[in-house]
Every structure is written in C-alpha cells, then in structure tokens.
C-alpha cells in the first residue's frame, strides 16, 4: 500500500492563478480531509469528507473547493490564489467515518507570489 | 470554534531529561489524540484516548486523558534525540464531530 499520496510536493503560483492539489488513498478509507499548516497555528481544517459524493467545509474553507468523487480521490482546488494561501497543505484519511486515527499524506508546500 | 490550548509552545532539553506537553479545553472531549511530526514531515498517529482517567504507555511515552476529559498530557521519559520533533493533541468537536481541531503544537529540541 502506498497508503496517503499527495502532488505535487512543491507549487509556486502567481496571485489570481488556479490550481488543484491532488491527494490519493489506497486503503479504502471513508474519511478524508485537508489541512493547512501555517507556523504557529497548527494545522487547521479546510474541507473533509465522510464518504464518497459527501463533502462539507472546517475551519477555513473560504478560496477552496472540493469534491469526492470516488473513494480513493479527494482534490483541493484553489480558484484563485492569493499570498494568504501560502501554506504547506495535508491530506488526511481514516478507516472509519469519523477522524480517528488519521493517515497523513507527505504534504504539498505551496508559495503564492 | 472549539479551541485547544496547547502548552508550552517550545521546550529544549538535554537527551536523557524528562519532557512534558499539556492540552486544555474548555469543553468534554469525546476523545483526544496525539500525533508527532519530525521536521519537514507529516504528522503521524501516536494514540488515541477515550476514557475519563484514560493512562497509556509507549515504551517511554506516557499518555493521560483527564478525569473530566477537558485537558490531557504527554510524558516522555529520559528524550533522545530520535523525539526532536512537535507534537500534536487534536480532538473531535463537541458540536461537529467530523471536525477535529489540533492544538497549536509543542515543538521539542534535544541536545546531547
């Protein structure tokens, strides 16, 4: 098992671009989510995902949009950066529908200029 | 939001001392977890605590879970340097439980 993948692991963007984080899981996990980890401020909640076709926002969804559209995938699209989003982002995933025992991927450091 | 305090931000110690991190919350916790993250890496699972009272040991880690389940602690025993890294305590919200809430983390230095 390759367990929780992300790509890509470094993205520099320019204000105004778009992208989609990728994040992939092979262990046929119910929940997935992602975070962002700012220094000093721990890793916050983006969006989660109890299942495949269900998503819904944490802590600081606003700029980001997601979709579960089978089991294993759970992208993050960022519509359109700003320097405020210059972040290291996590996906996560757990067995159950809840988080518990949380997988983390290898993470995706992101600089918005 | 639900919030979990995290104390101390920063602690460095000799290898060999003993090392500590407290977690508070002003709500019940349904459980609490702790994940460790080395630098440059991604957070990784330690436990989970469920149970008032709740104590846990790893080798030479030690983990309470409070008689009220507002507040939990992580003892490590004589640190090495293979402990550098932050740990985490995150927990379900009380209102939410799909979200978990990390706290802001407590980053341990070992020196020889």
């Known amino acids: 098992n390759a367990g929780v993948t992300q790509t890509p692991k470094f993205q520099v963007l320019k204000t105004g671009q778009s992208m989609t984080l990728q994040c992939a899981q092979d262990m046929n996990h119910e929940y997935m989510s992602w975070y962002r980890q700012d220094p000093g401020m721990g890793l916050r909640l983006i969006h989660y995902?109890?299942?495949?076709?269900?998503?819904d926002q944490g802590e600081v969804p606003n700029g980001y949009n997601v979709s579960r559209s089978t089991t294993e995938d759970f992208p993050l699209r960022l519509l359109s950066a700003a320097p405020s989003q210059t972040s290291v982002y996590f996906c996560?995933?757990?067995?159950?529908?809840?988080?518990?025992?949380?997988?983390f991927g290898p993470g995706t450091r992101l600089t918005v200029l | 939001g639900q919030q979990v305090m995290q104390i101390p931000q920063y602690q460095h110690v000799q290898e060999g001392e003993d090392f500590t991190t407290y977690c508070n919350s002003s709500?019940?916790?349904?459980?609490i977890q702790w994940y460790k993250q080395r630098p440059g890496g991604h957070p990784v699972f330690l436990i989970q605590?469920?149970?008032?009272?709740e104590v846990k040991k790893q080798k030479r880690l030690t983990f309470q879970f409070g008689e009220a389940k507002k507040n939990s602690s992580l003892h490590i025993t004589a640190t090495q340097t293979t402990d550098v890294g932050t740990y985490f305590c995150a927990a379900p919200n009380t209102g939410t439980a799909s979200k978990l809430t990390f706290g802001t983390g407590t980053r341990l230095q070992v020196t020889l």
């Open positions: 605590l469920v149970k008032s009272g």
């Open positions: 995902s109890v299942g495949a076709g269900i998503t």
């Open positions: 996560a995933s757990s067995s159950r529908t809840g988080p518990d025992t949380q997988y």
């Open positions: 709500t019940t916790l349904s459980n």
